[in-house]
């Protein structure tokens, strides 16, 4: 199994940038298709970005504006979040969905790291 720890979280003004990480331990990502996904006080957890087997994904609401990137070396996914807006203010977590052995991402993320607050002002 995989052990996720994100980071980079912090205080931003609205317009800024930032960029998260999303460390793997125990395993490497690359047998996993991986989300980044955000939940802010008294809404639903969103997907903010979707990496599965042979396509990447994001919603619209970032569309444009988030890019994921990947350091093999370091095992690490990487979030590049760029012309940050106050609605983007959330708690961000990645998760990772192990791909089965016909090579498509199993339907439940299993694993989970503990987050990294985001909080963007206007």
């Known amino acids: 199994q995989v052990q996720l720890v994100e980071s980079g979280g912090e205080s931003v003004q609205a317009g800024g940038s930032l960029r998260l990480s999303c460390a793997a331990f125990?395993?490497?990502?690359?047998?996993?298709?991986m989300g980044w996904f955000r939940q802010a006080p008294g809404k639903e957890r969103e997907r903010v970005v979707f990496?599965?087997?042979?396509?990447?994904s994001y919603a619209d609401s970032v569309k444009g504006r988030f890019t994921i990137t990947k350091d093999n070396a370091k095992n690490t996914l990487y979030l590049q979040m760029n012309s940050l807006k106050p609605e983007d203010t959330a708690m961000y977590y990645c998760?990772?969905?192990?791909?089965?052995?016909?090579?498509?991402?199993?339907?439940?993320?299993?694993?989970w790291g503990q987050g990294t607050q985001v909080t963007v002002s206007s």
């Open positions: 990496e599965g087997v042979r396509i990447t």
């Open positions: 125990g395993d490497t990502y690359s047998r996993y298709c």
């Open positions: 998760a990772a969905a192990p791909i089965t052995g016909f090579g498509y991402c199993y339907t439940e993320y299993k694993y």
